[in-house]
């Protein structure tokens, strides 16, 4: 099983129900064969404090093989301080590997109007962590949608439903490696934000 752990931009805030890229990933597990069932835990809002608060539970009531996990971004839209949302983002990651599950990250980046210190900050965050436990990272996933008006919800924040197809070719070659290779992960698998360092 994989559980999905994240905010509003895997829980498809302003999305049709099953347009979401969550649920265009299980469509795609299925369709490709693999043995995969999965579980959408995101919830739109939610901060690494709560999904720290309600993993646990997730993971006894789930028991999942993968977790993919996409949180950290409400922290930054709130300028909360990166050591606790990295604290907390590493929490989960050694729950979730407690629990026998593979970890995929998946990062954000903030908008330039936080300051160049706090954006850089924020976007290494994943990285480190990823570097830290062996983690499969996916380092922005915004990656083909950011800065393109027509894939962007009129918030000026969430992608639209035209966008959930490339969120999911984001993760996807991240995530394939994990569906084919038994065993505890150990290995950095990445697909790198366009025009990002």
Same mark, same amino acid.
């Given at each position: 099983?994989? !559980? &999905?752990?994240?905010?509003?931009?895997s829980a498809g805030y302003g999305v049709p129900p099953g347009h979401g890229w969550v649920d265009l990933l299980a469509r795609k597990i299925a369709q490709e064969?693999?043995?995969f069932r999965v579980v959408n835990a995101s919830v739109s809002g939610e901060t690494t404090e709560g999904g720290l608060a309600r993993l646990p539970r997730a993971l006894a009531m789930h028991a999942p093989r993968i977790v993919i996990l996409e949180l950290g971004a409400n922290?930054? !839209?709130r300028g909360l301080p990166l050591v606790q949302a990295q604290a907390n983002l590493e929490q989960?990651?050694? !729950?979730?590997?407690?629990?026998g599950a593979r970890v995929l990250l998946i990062g954000m980046r903030m908008p330039p109007n936080y300051g160049e210190r706090y954006t850089s900050a924020f976007y290494a965050m994943y990285?480190? !962590?990823a570097r830290r436990h062996g983690l499969a990272l996916v380092p922005f996933l915004m990656a083909a949608v950011a800065l393109k008006p027509g894939l962007i919800q009129a918030d000026g924040l969430h992608p639209n439903e035209r966008a959930q197809p490339l969120l999911l070719s984001? &993760?996807?070659p991240v995530l394939q490696p994990l569906l084919d290779t038994p065993g505890r992960h150990t290995a950095q698998h990445r697909v790198h934000a366009l025009g990002a360092p």
């Open positions: 099983m994989i !559980l &999905v752990f994240g905010d509003s931009l064969g693999y043995d922290d930054g !839209l989960m990651v050694t !729950l979730s590997q407690a629990h990285e480190e !962590l984001t &993760v996807w």
